[in-house]
């Protein structure tokens, strides 16, 4: 596990743009106030200087004395962290940049600046004034891609659910109170056999209804696997009033012990490997993983912020595990007169109280009254920052699975899987 992959690293950069996304679909501004730059890597940055500029140019023609003054500042902003980058990144860049009201009230307008790496590339060039931001095109990028539907079925019980990102979800179980044994002979005992068949398959029809109303819907459906024991899934496929542009997404059959949601999670077990790109199935791996190591008590796993950190500096993690609901702020408490530094992570509705009681404490070095907070950030950003650093593969866990609940509920939300025992 010492290749760098950047498909695990893939979630904990989604995380950091979803938040960031989150911030800026909350700020409104006045007319066409705030600015939109959407920026390919094959753009030079001299060709969008020049673009700006010529922005700027055409600004002077607004009407309105307010919007002109926000739109050029906005412009004149963006121009001036342009001046400071030499090429875009690998994926582009976007930078939000505008001027924003407190409480929405003209004329208490602050200049606000944002830059984001997207995690997949950007491949048109984009400016967009308005009284918002344009984020639609980076929204598309942390949205879970590729969905694929299990159905659990035999003639007595059938389960329908699919798997998409991190989430596995059961849509519905069905009985259909069929009878599968009998005792009677002769002509009453094909007369069963019939009815037993015709109740089958009408049976087969109801669920393929239900499935043909969930699954044609779904846009990014990669496919469809269907389980259960002995013959009931062919006939289910074969035999059933399955849509045809389903039928054409059957992936495969798949034989398992139980039936319902038990056989539906069973399916997932089983096909584990051919869905390998899936959050879900990464989530599970790796947590399995993890577990396995406390259980055989390798010396080789650790867990919970004050540990985590210290294998984390020393280069001692290959995979760092985070939970997505882990909602901590780590603050910098600098005094400006001996210099001294501490660290204390908190949670965010204690961040205002905190700033208050270090306005009237003492430097525990000198004991003068020059503490402040000289930073604040995110604890999940701040570790994976380092971790970034230490070339560590990080990996997002959403409490959306079994695994990811444990992690935060058991575990504390930090864990990881060293490269070697401390």
């Given at each position: 596990m010492s290749t760098k992959s950047k498909k695990e690293d893939d979630s904990y950069k989604r995380y950091v743009l979803k938040k960031n996304l989150d911030i800026l679909k909350n700020k409104k501004g006045f007319h066409t106030g705030l600015i939109s730059l959407l920026i390919p890597p094959s753009r030079k940055v001299h060709d969008v200087m020049s673009y700006l500029k010529n922005e700027v140019s055409e600004?002077?023609?607004?009407?309105?004395?307010?919007?002109?003054?926000?739109v050029m500042?906005?412009?004149?902003?963006?121009?001036?962290?342009?001046r400071l980058i030499k090429?875009?990144?690998?994926?582009?860049?976007?930078?939000?940049?505008?001027?924003?009201?407190?409480?929405?009230?003209?004329g208490t307008e602050q200049s606000e600046l944002y830059m984001i790496e997207p995690t997949e590339p950007l491949t048109t060039f984009k400016y967009y004034c308005s009284s918002e931001f344009l984020i639609d095109p980076l929204l598309d990028m942390i949205r879970e891609k590729g969905t694929y539907g299990i159905v659990n079925i035999e003639n007595k019980e059938a389960a329908v659910g699919y798997i998409s990102g991190s989430k596995l979800v059961i849509s519905?179980?069905?009985?259909?109170?069929?009878?599968?044994k009998h005792k009677a002979g002769g002509q009453s005992q094909r007369r069963l056999e019939r009815l037993i068949e015709e109740g089958a398959q009408a049976f087969y029809k109801h669920v393929s209804e239900f499935v043909n109303s969930v699954f044609v819907d779904i846009e990014d459906l990669e496919g469809i696997y269907v389980s259960g024991a002995g013959m009931s899934k062919e006939k289910f496929v074969n035999?059933?009033?399955?849509?045809?542009?389903?039928?054409?997404?059957?992936?495969?059959?798949?034989?398992?012990?139980?039936?319902?949601?038990?056989?539906?999670?069973?399916t997932v077990i089983k096909i584990q490997d051919k869905l390998q790109d899936l959050q879900y199935i990464k989530e599970k791996k790796i947590f399995n993983q993890f577990m396995k190591e406390i259980v055989k008590d390798t010396g080789k796993v650790t867990y919970?912020?004050?540990?985590?950190?210290?294998?984390?500096?020393?280069?001692?993690?290959?995979?760092?595990?985070?939970?997505?609901?882990?909602?901590?702020?780590?603050?910098?408490?600098?005094?400006?007169?001996?210099?001294q530094e501490n660290l204390v992570t908190i949670d965010p509705s204690e961040v205002d109280s905190f700033y208050e009681q270090i306005r009237t404490s003492q430097c525990p070095s000198c004991q003068s009254n020059?503490?402040?907070?000289?930073?604040?950030?995110?604890?999940?950003?701040?570790?994976?920052?380092?971790?970034?650093?230490?070339?560590?593969?990080?990996?997002?866990?959403?409490?959306?699975?079994?695994?990811?609940?444990?992690?935060f509920q058991t575990f504390g939300g930090i864990a990881a899987l060293l490269r070697f025992v401390m």
């Open positions: 600004s002077s023609n607004i009407k309105s004395k307010g919007n002109r003054k926000n500042d906005s412009i004149s902003a963006l121009m001036g962290r342009l090429s875009f990144p690998p994926n582009g860049l976007a930078m939000y940049s505008g001027q924003i009201p407190e409480d929405g009230k003209p519905k179980t069905f009985t259909s109170g069929v009878h599968s035999k059933g009033d399955l849509d045809y542009r389903l039928k054409d997404k059957v992936l495969g059959f798949v034989d398992v012990s139980y039936s319902g949601e038990a056989g539906i999670r069973e919970g912020e004050v540990e985590v950190r210290k294998a984390l500096i020393a280069g001692a993690i290959d995979v760092l595990l985070m939970s997505e609901k882990l909602n901590k702020t780590r603050l910098t408490v600098s005094c400006t007169q001996c210099g020059q503490n402040s907070v000289s930073s604040e950030v995110d604890l999940i950003e701040d570790l994976g920052a380092i971790a970034e650093e230490q070339g560590t593969k990080i990996m997002m866990m959403s409490t959306d699975t079994e695994e990811g609940t444990t992690l």
